[in-house]
Each structure stands twice: as structure tokens, then as C-alpha cells.
């Protein structure tokens, strides 16, 4: 009998698709006649009937199990009197018919949501009605709101949450404040972006002798106790556990929480008081925590900092920050001192901090992009990443300790696969450090830091960051390998992130010698299926679920694990989402730039193209293998390039190249550029090769791809190294604002 297999169909831009499998499996191949009757997103058994061209398994579709598709994103056309929808993600391979009665009020050109009321067949199309008219493509914000519905974002709270935040108090009541620690006198600071709007942590240290030894810190990270306004099983826990995360995306964030606790209530605005959880630290000379406790506290804070401004205080002692700031410099120097301290321990345990460029995108009053710009990093955001990084150690240990559930921040050590293509790669380019069957962080900081000189060595920290894996959020702690922790979760952004919000129950429910249960949660959903594959996969295959699968787990693990799963995906699914809109804007960036020519650098290589960043703007893209010029281009896996069989020209990460904006197609979301032969050349000179005339001449399109972000090293999610599938539109004008990209402190500590 043929083999039959569940699974989630995901469909391809170009009319074929797979059936997505759990774990290590293969993915089943669908042609285009079997996705006639199926979409994207639809949960199906299939029978493997053969095998492709590439060797993959061929599936035939049995039986559909569900539609989880009900309504699509797209644009409404009219064709001679029939309205059609085509849908924005190209994924879904066929346009939807829409009789003249499901039209209601909007018009030809806009982009609606359209509700499938009859699924496809192999002999018809899905007809639907429209249910929504998001406006039209050119109308500023249209792909923010084409996105969160195309991702499922929610963005709206339910009427419950929002009855229940208007009944929460507008300033912390004396009855919050019983049991509770009173820090309001100490002089607590909180150090963010300059467009921050919430304060979830903040920060004090002073030196301390409790060690015995000089050269010893207090350092007390003030988290704010979301969790006592917050009640679980609660409207608003359950519309912040639908959410799980914060999406931000340029000029709009889309909260966790409602308006009133995230801007308000718990958020640690100077010069008025908050209830807390407290992480209270003592760090010796060498970085290491000695002793640590939480409690539930009240603190003021006494000034709201900017990165900017302590990075100068720190710098120029006698500067205007310094002298602005002058009552609190003292502490900010010992916060400098105990930062210092932990960037050694840090060095010691090997942990991964490579140095890859990162970017800001500045948008009008309108949303349209007027600059993206290189962001810098000083020593005032290492100052808050390396204390967030100390309370969340600390809050894993105490959790563990303890023997209660949690969710864990669990980055596995690299697959097997990726170590394997990454020596191989590293052998070809002669780098003289070398990474064993199982290596350790440090290896990989090693290798980085080796070839820091090297011509190579954006390509190599570039491959580095490809072969490590994604963190995700577990009850089972397997440690944190870019961090080099033995134990690591996420506390210090309850107002943003769902874990946090659970693990301060679980530290409260310590605290009071009581055992937190975690409510009972809704099934695995759509957006798992959609955005969690990759978490379930690590799951399954680790080693410690292997040794475990003969323990079939409580019914209170298993609502651990769906927790970790949610969460999980939702970061995803916030991620993709976000990422969609900034591409979106690229694109229509780049319309007001046709004609001109720009340098740019190869970011990635694969069999059908380069991907190339334009150095000045930071847009990325792909030139496709064919558009090179006129010889063959064969792929060298080892060494990630591209090498012409004629001419020996090859392109690999870093080649420089010097390309011509040809043409902007926003509905496809591509630009084509134009690959100039001085360019060519550049890239011919820097790989040590001759170059026959006319050998580097053509043009190709460059499919937008956020650069410089393909995975870092605390285990990221990557950019995916493939054409976008969707098209937008959209129009501009007006007054500077900064993207509020996930606030620098926690760019790092967020994906950790």
C-alpha cells in the first residue's frame, strides 16, 4: 500500500507546492494540476505516488482535511464584466471569482479581503465575497494594514480587554503596594531609544564590599510587574496570549497589551511610582554573579535616558550630558564599570558576538521611506543588553532551581548539515581556524575573530550566522549555545513579550512557595501550523526529546509546550510581517531612484543568482544566474559562488558590483537592475580575475531582501535567501520619523 501523510500544504509563486512534514522529513511535492484543488495554508493527506526530476517525493491529494483559509488579501479587477480577486501573496496560485452581488461598495483597483465561500475544485475556481475594502494601493499605510491581515496579526483588542483595562487603576493604590519592597528612594534610570514610548526596565548599581573582595557591584535590574494587573485567564491575558508578542513596524506598533498598562500604567516613566519585580544582583570583579534574589518592589524613577545621552556623559566627563546628568553620572559610571566587568565574563565563556552591520529605516509623516541609515551600537546599549542578559540568567536559575515549569529562551547548537557545509566552506577559503564535530561558541567567535582582516570577513561572519539555529521558546531547557548559558529565559519585557509575562508567575509563584499552573490553552492553531514548523521540528529531533519519548509528558507539560509553540510562532509570524512591510517600502523607495547607478556588494549566492546590497541605501536583492553574462555560471557550494566556466569570473559574498536601477514593478515587489561592467570589473579585480570584454555585461532583477539581518547569532530568524512573492504600492510625502525598530536594547536581547 502506498504511503499516505498529513500535512499543511504551502504553496510556490510559480503554481507547484509541498506538503509540509514534521521533524527531519522530506517535504511531499505537489504539481500545479494537484494544487488546482487545494490552496495555500490547507491541511491535506496525500499519497507519495513517485518521485520528481530532483528525487523529491510526488504527492497526490486524498482528501482534504480543512480549509484553513478563509479569507485572502488582494486586489479587485474587473475582466469584461467578471470581478476576480488576485490575491497579494502569490502563494495562493489562483485569482478569486467574485459574483457582482459580493462586490458591495468597493471598487476596481482597491485592495479588499475577500471571504471564500465555495473552496477550489480541479475544474473551478474559489469564489468569495468581499468582506473588507482596505483602500488603494497608493493610500500611505495600506501595506501595514494589508499585512497584519495577510499574517493574521491581531490588531484589534476584544471589547472584554478593553472593558477591563478602563477598569484599572489611572497611578499605583496604596493596596498595590503591601509586601512589597519600597525602592522609591534609590535613584533608578531608565536607558532607552530616543523614540521609546514604554519603559519596561530600569536600572541601578552601586559598588559593593558584600563579597569581600573590591571591585564588586550591586546591581538591580527593576522589571515592570505586568503580572499583577494582568490576571491569568483574564480578558486581557487572553488577548495578549492570542498576540504573545508586540509587532512594530515603521511609524506603528501594534501592542501586546492595551494602550493604558503599555504606556501607562506599566510603563516606568520617570517621577511616578510602579510596582516591579526586582532582580538584585551582587557581581564580582570577574563578571560573575555571586548572589542574586527576586522580589516584588515599588521604585520611582528618577530620570529617563536616552543611549545617546549616557554613551556622552561616559565619554566626555565634562560634556554637556555629564553636566545635565551630573547627580547620576556616579551611578552611570558604575553601570559602565559592572558592564565591563560582564564583557569579560562574557570573553571567558566563549560566548558569540559577532559584528554585523545593522540599519534604521526614516520614514515621512506619510510612512514612505526618506532614508535607511546604518545603526550604530554604543556602549550604552551594551551597558542595558549585558543587565538584561545578567536577570535573565539569573531568573532561569531560579526557576531550575526551584524544579517549576517555565518557558525557557532555548537556541540549539547548529544542525549537523549546516556544521558540515560551513567546514567545508571554510576549508575552500584556507581559513586557518577550524570548528570540530562539536563545536563551541567559542569556536565560531574564534573563526570570527581570526579572519576579522581578511578580504573574507563580512562573508565568513555571513556564513557563521547561516549555520546557527533559531531560539525558540521551550518548557525543556537545552541552554542557549550563541550565549554560551547553561540555563537562559526571557524576564525583562513582560509589557512586549508573553514569555516574560509567564515567567514572572512563575517567579511570583516561587516566591510565595506555591506552584504556578499554566491555564489550560486553546489547541495548536493556524498560526502554529503557519509559523511554527521549524520549533516543532528542533523539538522533536533534539536529543533530550529522544531520550524523553518513552515519558509521555503531563497534561501541564503539554500546556507548556503548546505555550512555547504559540509564542514562538507568533515571533515569527511578527517577524515575516514586519520584514513584508519594510520590503514593501524598499521597493517603493527605489521607484524615485530609475536610471540611477549605485555600488553595491553580494550578499548571498545561490544556483540561481546573487543577491546584491546597494551599499549607499541598504536595499537587497537577487540578479539572476542567467543575466550575468553570456557563459555559464556553475555553483560551488563549498566556497558560495558563482564561477563562469569561460571566463573563470566569479561572484561570491563581498564581491563589490556596480549596478543601474532599470525598472520598479511594485506590484511584484522587483526591481530590475541593470549589472555594469565597471562593476563587473570591480568584482573581477577583488576575486583576482581577468575579465574578457562584454563576459560581465547584463542586467537582472533584484528582488528586495532585507540585508544585513540574515541570522545573527543569538539565533535569529533569517532572512530567507529567496525572490519575495508579493507585489505592493504606495505613495509619499512630509516629516521625518524613525522606525521604532524593536528598542535597541532588546534588538539583541529580544532574539536571545
Same mark, same amino acid.
Given at each position: 500500500?502506498?504511503?499516505?501523510?498529513?500535512?499543511?500544504?504551502?504553496?510556490?509563486?510559480?503554481?507547484?507546492?509541498?506538503?509540509?512534514?514534521?521533524?527531519?522529513?522530506?517535504?511531499? !511535492?505537489?504539481?500545479?494540476?494537484?494544487?488546482?484543488?487545494?490552496?495555500?495554508?490547507?491541511?491535506?493527506?496525500?499519497?507519495?505516488?513517485?518521485?520528481?526530476?530532483?528525487?523529491?517525493?510526488?504527492?497526490?491529494?486524498?482528501?482534504?482535511?480543512?480549509?484553513?483559509?478563509?479569507?485572502?488579501?488582494?486586489?479587485?479587477?474587473?475582466?469584461?464584466?467578471?470581478?476576480?480577486?488576485?490575491?497579494?501573496? +502569490?502563494?495562493?496560485?489562483?485569482?478569486?471569482?467574485?459574483?457582482?452581488?459580493?462586490?458591495?461598495?468597493?471598487?476596481?483597483?482597491?485592495?479588499?479581503?475577500?471571504?471564500?465561500?465555495?473552496?477550489?475544485?480541479?475544474?473551478?475556481?474559489?469564489?468569495?465575497?468581499?468582506?473588507?475594502?482596505?483602500?488603494?494601493?497608493?493610500?500611505?499605510?495600506?501595506?501595514?494594514?494589508?499585512?497584519?491581515?495577510?499574517?493574521?496579526?491581531?490588531?484589534?483588542?476584544?471589547?472584554?480587554?478593553?472593558?477591563?483595562?478602563?477598569?484599572?487603576?489611572?497611578?499605583?493604590?496604596?493596596?498595590?503596594?503591601?509586601?512589597?519592597?519600597?525602592?522609591?528612594?534609590?535613584?533608578?534610570?531608565?536607558?532607552?531609544?530616543?523614540?521609546?514610548?514604554?519603559?519596561?526596565?530600569?536600572?541601578?548599581?552601586?559598588?559593593?564590599?558584600?563579597?569581600?573582595?573590591?571591585?564588586?557591584?550591586?546591581?538591580?535590574?527593576?522589571?515592570?510587574?505586568?503580572? !499583577?494587573?494582568?490576571?491569568?485567564?483574564?480578558?486581557?491575558?487572553?488577548?495578549?496570549?492570542?498576540?504573545?508578542?508586540?509587532?512594530?513596524?515603521?511609524?506603528?506598533?501594534?501592542?501586546?497589551?492595551?494602550?493604558?498598562?503599555?504606556?501607562?500604567?506599566?510603563?516606568?516613566?520617570?517621577?511616578?511610582?510602579?510596582?516591579?519585580?526586582?532582580?538584585?544582583?551582587?557581581?564580582?570583579?570577574?563578571?560573575?554573579?555571586?548572589?542574586?534574589?527576586?522580589?516584588?518592589?515599588?521604585?520611582?524613577?528618577?530620570?529617563?535616558?536616552?543611549?545617546?545621552?549616557?554613551?556622552?556623559?561616559?565619554?566626555?566627563?565634562?560634556?554637556?550630558?555629564?553636566?545635565?546628568?551630573?547627580?547620576? $553620572?556616579?551611578?552611570?559610571?558604575?553601570?559602565?564599570?559592572?558592564?565591563?566587568?560582564?564583557?569579560?565574563?562574557?570573553?571567558?565563556?566563549?560566548?558569540?558576538?559577532?559584528?554585523?552591520?545593522?540599519?534604521?529605516?526614516?520614514?515621512?509623516?506619510?510612512?514612505?521611506?526618506?532614508?535607511?541609515?546604518?545603526?550604530?551600537?554604543?556602549?550604552?546599549?551594551?551597558?542595558?543588553?549585558?543587565?538584561?542578559?545578567?536577570?535573565?540568567?539569573?531568573?532561569?536559575?531560579?526557576?531550575?532551581?526551584?524544579?517549576?515549569?517555565?518557558?525557557?529562551?532555548?537556541?540549539?547548537?547548529?544542525?549537523?548539515?549546516?556544521?558540515?557545509?560551513?567546514?567545508?566552506?571554510?576549508?575552500?577559503?584556507?581559513?586557518?581556524?577550524?570548528?570540530?564535530?562539536?563545536?563551541?561558541?567559542?569556536?565560531?567567535?574564534?573563526?570570527?575573530?581570526?579572519?576579522?582582516?581578511?578580504?573574507?570577513?563580512?562573508?565568513?561572519?555571513?556564513?557563521?550566522?547561516?549555520?546557527?539555529?533559531?531560539?525558540?521558546?521551550?518548557?525543556?531547557?537545552?541552554?542557549?549555545?550563541?550565549?554560551?548559558?547553561?540555563?537562559?529565559?526571557?524576564?525583562?519585557?513582560?509589557?512586549?513579550?508573553?514569555?516574560?509575562?509567564?515567567?514572572?508567575?512563575?517567579?511570583?509563584?516561587?516566591?510565595?512557595? +506555591?506552584?504556578?499552573?499554566?491555564?489550560?490553552?486553546?489547541?495548536?492553531?493556524?498560526?502554529?501550523?503557519?509559523?511554527?514548523?521549524?520549533?516543532?521540528?528542533?523539538?522533536?529531533?533534539?536529543?533530550?526529546?529522544?531520550?524523553?519519548?518513552?515519558?509521555?509528558?503531563?497534561?501541564?507539560?503539554?500546556?507548556?509546550?503548546?505555550?512555547?509553540? !504559540?509564542?514562538?510562532?507568533?515571533?515569527?509570524?511578527?517577524?515575516?510581517?514586519?520584514?513584508?512591510?519594510?520590503?514593501?517600502?524598499?521597493?517603493?523607495?527605489?521607484?524615485?531612484?530609475?536610471?540611477?547607478?549605485?555600488?553595491?556588494?553580494?550578499?548571498?549566492?545561490?544556483?540561481?543568482?546573487?543577491?546584491?546590497?546597494?551599499?549607499?541605501?541598504?536595499?537587497?536583492?537577487?540578479?539572476?544566474?542567467?543575466?550575468?553574462?553570456?557563459?555559464?555560471?556553475?555553483?560551488?557550494?563549498?566556497?558560495?559562488?558563482?564561477?563562469?566556466?569561460?571566463?573563470?569570473?566569479?561572484?561570491?559574498?563581498?564581491?563589490?558590483?556596480?549596478?543601474?536601477?532599470?525598472?520598479?514593478?511594485?506590484?511584484?515587489?522587483?526591481?530590475?537592475?541593470?549589472?555594469?561592467?565597471?562593476?563587473?570589473?570591480?568584482?573581477?579585480?577583488?576575486?583576482?580575475?581577468?575579465?574578457?570584454?562584454?563576459?560581465?555585461?547584463?542586467?537582472?532583477?533584484? $528582488?528586495?531582501?532585507?540585508?544585513?539581518?540574515?541570522?545573527?547569532?543569538?539565533?535569529?530568524?533569517?532572512?530567507?535567501?529567496?525572490?519575495?512573492?508579493?507585489?505592493?504600492?504606495?505613495?509619499?510625502?512630509?516629516?521625518?520619523?524613525?522606525?521604532?525598530?524593536?528598542?535597541?536594547? !532588546?534588538?539583541?536581547?529580544?532574539?536571545?
Amino acid at each position: 500500500m502506498l504511503e499516505e501523510i498529513e500535512g499543511v500544504v504551502e504553496g510556490h509563486r510559480s503554481g507547484h507546492g509541498f506538503v509540509l512534514r514534521e521533524g527531519d522529513e522530506p517535504d511531499i !511535492h505537489l504539481s500545479a494540476a494537484e494544487m488546482r484543488a487545494v490552496l495555500h495554508g490547507d491541511r491535506v493527506r496525500v499519497r507519495v505516488v513517485s518521485q520528481d526530476r530532483r528525487g523529491r517525493p510526488e504527492g497526490h491529494v486524498v482528501e482534504v482535511l480543512e480549509r484553513r483559509t478563509r479569507t485572502i488579501i488582494g486586489r479587485l479587477l474587473s475582466e469584461g464584466g467578471v470581478w476576480l480577486v488576485a490575491p497579494e501573496d +502569490k502563494r495562493y496560485g489562483q485569482d478569486i471569482l467574485v459574483p457582482p452581488a459580493g462586490v458591495g461598495s468597493a471598487k476596481a483597483g482597491q485592495i479588499v479581503v475577500v471571504e471564500l465561500t465555495e473552496p477550489p475544485a480541479l475544474y473551478g475556481q474559489p469564489v468569495g465575497r468581499v468582506i473588507e475594502a482596505l483602500g488603494e494601493i497608493d493610500d500611505p499605510g495600506i501595506e501595514i494594514k494589508i499585512a497584519v491581515r495577510e499574517y493574521g496579526v491581531p490588531h484589534e483588542f476584544s471589547e472584554a480587554g478593553l472593558a477591563e483595562a478602563e477598569t484599572l487603576p489611572e497611578a499605583v493604590r496604596a493596596r498595590d503596594k503591601s509586601g512589597r519592597v519600597d525602592l522609591t528612594d534609590i535613584a533608578f534610570v531608565t536607558i532607552d531609544g530616543e523614540d521609546a514610548r514604554d519603559f519596561d526596565d530600569a536600572v541601578y548599581c552601586q559598588p559593593t564590599d558584600a563579597t569581600g573582595k573590591t571591585g564588586a557591584w550591586r546591581l538591580l535590574v527593576a522589571i515592570a510587574d505586568v503580572s !499583577h494587573y494582568v490576571r491569568d485567564g483574564r480578558a486581557i491575558d487572553v488577548d495578549a496570549y492570542e498576540r504573545a508578542t508586540s509587532v512594530y513596524f515603521p511609524r506603528r506598533v501594534i501592542p501586546m497589551l492595551p494602550e493604558k498598562l503599555s504606556n501607562g500604567l506599566c510603563s516606568l516613566n520617570p517621577d511616578v511610582e510602579r510596582l516591579c519585580m526586582v532582580c538584585d544582583m551582587v557581581i564580582d570583579a570577574a563578571g560573575v554573579v555571586q548572589a542574586y534574589q527576586f522580589y516584588p518592589a515599588v521604585i520611582r524613577s528618577h530620570a529617563r535616558l536616552t543611549y545617546t545621552e549616557v554613551a556622552n556623559a561616559l565619554t566626555n566627563s565634562r560634556g554637556a550630558e555629564a553636566l545635565r546628568y551630573r547627580a547620576l $553620572l556616579p551611578d552611570l559610571m558604575h553601570l559602565q564599570g559592572v558592564y565591563r566587568a560582564l564583557m569579560q565574563a562574557r570573553a571567558k565563556r566563549g560566548a558569540v558576538d559577532f559584528d554585523m552591520p545593522e540599519t534604521q529605516i526614516i520614514c515621512d509623516e506619510w510612512g514612505r521611506i526618506t532614508a535607511i541609515e546604518p545603526h550604530e551600537r554604543n556602549e550604552a546599549h551594551r551597558i542595558i543588553e549585558e543587565c538584561m542578559l545578567a536577570a535573565n540568567v539569573c531568573a532561569a536559575r531560579f526557576i531550575e532551581g526551584a524544579g517549576r515549569a517555565a518557558l525557557y529562551r532555548v537556541h540549539d547548537k547548529p544542525a549537523p548539515d549546516k556544521l558540515a557545509l560551513l567546514r567545508t566552506y571554510l576549508k575552500a577559503l584556507g581559513v586557518s581556524a577550524t570548528l570540530g564535530d562539536a563545536p563551541q561558541p567559542r569556536d565560531f567567535q574564534h573563526v570570527a575573530e581570526a579572519s576579522k582582516s581578511s578580504p573574507e570577513a563580512l562573508q565568513i561572519q555571513t556564513m557563521l550566522l547561516r549555520s546557527m539555529s533559531q531560539a525558540v521558546y521551550t518548557p525543556e531547557n537545552r541552554g542557549h549555545f550563541g550565549l554560551a548559558y547553561p540555563a537562559y529565559t526571557h524576564f525583562t519585557s513582560p509589557i512586549r513579550r508573553y514569555p516574560d509575562l509567564l515567567v514572572h508567575r512563575a517567579i511570583k509563584g516561587i516566591l510565595a512557595d +506555591k506552584t504556578y499552573r499554566l491555564r489550560k490553552l486553546p489547541p495548536v492553531g493556524e498560526v502554529e501550523e503557519r509559523f511554527g514548523r521549524r520549533a516543532r521540528g528542533r523539538s522533536q529531533t533534539s536529543g533530550a526529546a529522544t531520550e524523553n519519548k518513552t515519558r509521555k509528558p503531563t497534561a501541564e507539560m503539554e500546556r507548556w509546550n503548546t505555550a512555547g509553540l !504559540h509564542c514562538s510562532a507568533c515571533e515569527r509570524r511578527a517577524d515575516e510581517a514586519s520584514r513584508d512591510v519594510e520590503s514593501w517600502l524598499k521597493c517603493q523607495y527605489m521607484r524615485g531612484h530609475l536610471g540611477e547607478d549605485y555600488d553595491g556588494t553580494v550578499s548571498s549566492v545561490t544556483n540561481f543568482g546573487i543577491f546584491v546590497t546597494l551599499n549607499d541605501w541598504y536595499v537587497d536583492g537577487l540578479v539572476h544566474v542567467t543575466e550575468l553574462g553570456d557563459e555559464y555560471f556553475r555553483f560551488d557550494e563549498a566556497r558560495q559562488e558563482l564561477r563562469g566556466e569561460r571566463t573563470g569570473m566569479r561572484y561570491a559574498i563581498g564581491s563589490p558590483v556596480r549596478v543601474q536601477v532599470s525598472r520598479v514593478n511594485l506590484d511584484a515587489r522587483q526591481i530590475d537592475f541593470r549589472l555594469l561592467r565597471d562593476g563587473g570589473d570591480a568584482a573581477a579585480k577583488a576575486n583576482g580575475r581577468s575579465v574578457e570584454p562584454g563576459a560581465d555585461e547584463g542586467h537582472g532583477r533584484l $528582488l528586495t531582501r532585507t540585508p544585513g539581518k540574515s541570522k545573527n547569532a543569538n539565533g535569529a530568524s533569517a532572512r530567507n535567501a529567496r525572490p519575495s512573492s508579493r507585489g505592493r504600492g504606495a505613495k509619499t510625502s512630509g516629516k521625518k520619523a524613525v522606525h521604532p525598530a524593536r528598542r535597541d536594547k !532588546h534588538s539583541r536581547d529580544g532574539k536571545r
